[in-house]
């Protein structure tokens, strides 16, 4: 799929969250973690740490390196030794620098920050409930309300660890959340698990990150995920957890398929080994007679090397990738957006000329991307390309935060297998089972894990 700044129309993350407490610096840990979290939004930016000042923060709309694009712009987030960070995918229509995160709001007894990664379902019945008892609502992200609530919860208990469980026993849906106080940073994980978060340690403190390869980043040694419904509190007095009802068994599987780093290690399972098994795998569907076998980069690599493996095909680079794409490609503009993938990719003609070319992507969501990167090859004089898919087809929209579009828009929801090949005008198209994918994660073809945008079963469906 591979259209990770959303520029052209496919499947995108929400945000991906970080918070540090201990740190010398938490603005720079923040900085380094979140370019390691960047893949997860590119959209907006922003850092908030605990200091002299109350709570200081700075976001905006663009990536990492736009909203802090000098030394001096750190020069307010200095002191301290706390802090959370976001990086935030969101819809053109959303993309507004009010809407960035962290969201900070003041109460009486201080400052909250909220970080949240994922979609509260009952987030419209959250806010009626809180406009009508005098707030006023100033974004349409999910953090605005949490903060309230928690906010709320601090002036009627004073402890911020039974507020935040206050609040989160209100949120239907996903979330990964990210709070800073003055005294405090604090991780929540939805009680489905839908959305990750780990933990890391650093000499004199600890982290949270939606991957573990942003703990990599800082020099954090990762120490666990955070369980589904367990709330995490860190302050001088060190780190302890809190947990209310959590049935689990509701993590994204698309994490394994496409939205997280290669390197991390999600809830135990290490997702460039779940996409190689799943290369693995999908070798035996459709088996055909071919010349070489090459990856979408970046994320359908690993699959690419497993069916590679399995098949006894030979791999090869068959695609180059820009590595220089910046803020112009994610732009509302369509005629920005339908140059996308034209800049990001090429085909390598040396290598596929005159071959029959094994093609393996991540997913097709509406089949634009796979059907431009089939025509480059056969432009570029590939004999023949066989398309191969190592997850199931995406025939449902994801209510959790991830941006499918709406169903009509899937490719996979409206047409059969043949249709779906010859509108992207490949040779021949494959796609690995739900089972089999489930098994390439976890070792058996049933496990905990949300596949509703293959199936249609969610965790939770709806908000009230």
């Known amino acids: 799929m591979n259209e990770k700044t959303c520029a052209a129309p496919g499947l995108c993350h929400a945000c991906g969250v970080f918070g540090v407490y201990g740190a010398d610096n938490p603005a720079a840990l923040c900085y380094l973690a979140l370019y390691a979290l960047q893949h997860r939004g590119q959209q907006g930016a922003g850092i908030a740490v605990s200091n002299e000042h109350g709570i200081s923060y700075i976001k905006d709309v663009g990536l990492l390196n736009e909203v802090f694009h000098d030394s001096s712009v750190f020069e307010s987030l200095s002191g301290g030794n706390a802090g959370i960070g976001h990086v935030r995918y969101c819809p053109a229509s959303e993309m507004h620098a009010s809407n960035t995160q962290p969201f900070v709001v003041a109460h009486r007894t201080g400052r909250i920050g909220v970080a949240h990664n994922g979609r509260i379902l009952n987030a419209d019945a959250l806010r009626r409930e809180l406009e009508d008892a005098g707030a006023i609502f100033q974004t349409s992200i999910d953090a605005e309300p949490i903060a309230y609530m928690i906010a709320r919860n601090m002036g009627q208990c004073g402890d911020i660890g039974q507020a935040v469980e206050n609040a989160v026993k209100c949120l239907q849906g996903a979330y990964a ?16 698990g839908i959305s990750p978060l780990c933990i890391g ?132 503009d369509q005629t920005v957006r339908s140059m996308n993938v034209s800049i990001k990719l090429n085909a390598m003609r040396a290598s596929v000329a005159d071959k029959r070319i094994v093609l393996v992507d991540d997913s097709i969501v509406r089949g634009n991307t796979s059907a431009y990167i089939a025509g480059l090859l056969k432009r570029m004089g590939a004999r023949e390309v066989h398309m191969r898919i190592s997850s199931p087809p995406v025939v449902h929209a994801c209510p959790y935060g991830i941006d499918t579009h709406n169903e009509e828009q899937l490719i996979g929801a409206a047409h059969d297998l043949e249709y779906i090949r010859k509108y992207i005008g490949v040779d021949s198209l494959a796609f690995i089972g739900i089972d089999a994918l489930l098994k390439s994660i976890c070792g058996k073809n049933s496990g905990s894990f949300c596949t509703g945008c293959f199936s249609g079963c969610y965790p939770i469906v709806s908000g009230s």
Do not use: W
């Open 177 to 192: 959340l990210t709070i800073l106080t003055q005294s405090a940073v604090i991780g929540a994980r939805d009680p489905h």
């Open 201 to 332: 340690a650093l000499d004199n403190g600890y982290c949270l990150a939606s991957e573990s390869c942003a703990l990599d980043a800082v020099g954090a040694r990762f120490l666990r995920d955070v369980q589904p419904g367990e709330i995490v509190i860190i302050g001088e007095t060190g780190m302890y957890s809190r947990k209310i009802h959590a049935p689990g068994g509701g993590l994204c599987a698309f994490e394994y398929v496409y939205f997280a780093r290669p390197d991390s290690i999600i809830d135990g399972v290490s997702v460039h080994k779940a996409r190689m098994n799943a290369g693995r795998a999908l070798a035996s569907v459709l088996p055909v007679e071919a010349d070489m076998v090459t990856g979408v980069p970046d994320s359908a690599i690993p699959a690419a090397l497993g069916y590679a493996e399995a098949s006894g095909i030979p791999f090869g680079i068959g695609l180059c990738k820009n590595r220089y794409i910046g803020r112009a490609l994610i732009e509302p």
